[in-house]
């Protein structure tokens, strides 16, 4: 079985580049172990699909060159995929901060994406486990149905985000085994946990969520913020955990866009009687305020507070430290930051640079998206990339 690109994975990344090989006249062959394409779209967005973002730019992506994304984003870019969807008919609305959601299920996506598959001829075989790869007069894959020629290979296999889903490091070793250099892979777009001891006192906040901002070293995310179990989550957790690394100090600022001191202050003058938490309780949501109010240590009612102790209780509303002593892991992680260096791919074809015939594209490469849209606007772009030349 002779085809002219074989493609490795049918998520977003790995069918837009089969619909734009397809488009071409190739011969496309699309392989996968799960058993339904776009399993990450489908679960994505609380299942409505996030599936962009108005607002691509470079500094939204991570990588050791976030320069590299900018040829694939500027040549198929945001509005070109919000035009597939509308010529899909596919109802679709902003949420906040440029995310665009599908009005109905993400499904929709999918089944947009299937359709133009098949319109362009492209072969799908699902339930397929991807024994090796090697190279000789092309590609050969052996997969559980036999084996298969390709005279381009397409990595399109993702990253080890949400392993329950099937995310293995299959690419990796590809991408090893001929040569390219991967840079540090880490969970992204994760819950941070937090040690024991640090913990226990913040128990009883779990599931108390406030709109603040998320710090680390230069970089800030203002969002909402939530309190677990096992630590801190909400997007600007979410945000923020792909700049943290072990030992970084969180700053947290958990009434952003309020002005404790003065609140306290103005409080104290005309509500000098009540207890430093319902104070605080005007600001934030009551269970925090009474943890302040203890981590604080102050004792007495407002109006027995000077300003020095007012603003000293306002810097922690504004400037709560904590340090995380972990993630949850790739098994919540969205995506998977690091991968196959951009260094051993051309930015314009997605193709390795020392193998020709050899592309990788989506999460595999080291290209991470903020969380909004834009993972998934890298795959479309990087797709559509490689699907031109394969």
Same mark, same amino acid.
């Given at each position: 079985? $002779? ?14 580049? *089969?619909?734009?090989?397809?488009? +071409? ?13 776009? #399993? ?38 945001? !509005? ?44 799908? !075989? ?57 840079? #540090? ?7 941070? $946990? ?23 070293? +230069? ?48 409080? +104290? ?24 109010? $203890? ?7 407002? *109006?027995?507070?000077?300003?020095? +102790? ?59 998206? !903020? ?8 795959? !479309? ?10």
């Amino acid at each position: 079985m $002779t085809y002219d690109v074989v493609i490795l994975g049918a998520g977003a990344a790995g069918m837009m580049a *089969a619909i734009e090989a397809g488009r +071409r006249g190739r011969r496309v062959l699309v392989i996968d172990h799960a058993r339904a394409a776009g #399993e990450k779209i489908r679960i994505s967005g609380g299942g409505r699909c996030n599936f962009t973002n108005l607002d691509i730019r470079p500094e939204c992506f991570l990588s050791q060159n976030p320069r590299f994304a900018l040829s694939a984003l500027k040549r198929f870019t945001q !509005w070109d995929f919000i035009a597939r969807v509308d010529a899909a008919g596919i109802a679709w609305h902003e949420k906040t901060l440029g995310q665009l959601f599908c009005d109905g299920s993400a499904r929709e996506i999918v089944a947009m994406l299937l359709r133009q598959m098949e319109e362009f001829g492209v072969t799908l !075989w699902l339930e397929t486990e991807i024994r090796s790869v090697t190279q000789a007069r092309g590609f050969v894959v052996e997969t559980s149905r036999g084996p298969v020629t390709g005279a381009a290979l397409c990595v399109a296999t993702g990253g080890k985000s949400i392993p329950k889903m099937g995310a293995t490091g299959l690419g990796y070793q590809i991408a090893q085994q001929f040569g390219l250099p991967l840079t #540090e892979t880490r969970p992204g777009l994760v819950p941070l $946990t937090l040690a024991e001891q640090v913990l226990e006192p913040l128990r009883p906040l779990a599931g108390t969520a406030v709109q603040g901002r998320a710090s680390c070293g +230069r970089q800030g995310f203002d969002e909402a913020v939530l309190f677990t179990h096992r630590g801190l989550s909400g997007p600007a957790i979410l945000q923020i955990s792909s700049y943290w690394r072990e030992g970084d100090v969180l700053h947290l600022d958990l009434a952003r866009g309020q002005d404790a001191a003065a609140l306290l202050r103005d409080l +104290r003058g005309r509500e000098g009687r009540i207890a430093l938490r319902s104070a605080l309780a005007r600001l934030l949501p009551e269970k925090l305020a009474r943890h302040l109010e $203890t981590v604080s240590g102050l004792q007495g009612n407002l *109006a027995d507070q000077s300003n020095a +102790r007012l603003d000293g209780l306002a810097r922690l509303v504004h400037d709560f430290a904590i340090t995380p002593v972990g993630s949850e892991g790739y098994r919540t992680a969205e995506v998977t930051l690091g991968g196959i260096s951009t260094e051993a791919l051309d930015a314009r074809t997605m193709q390795a640079k020392a193998v020709p015939g050899l592309y990788f594209i989506g999460e595999v490469v080291d290209v991470t998206g !903020w969380l909004g849209g834009y993972n998934f606007q890298w795959a !479309w772009s990087s797709g559509w990339a490689a699907g031109q030349v394969m």
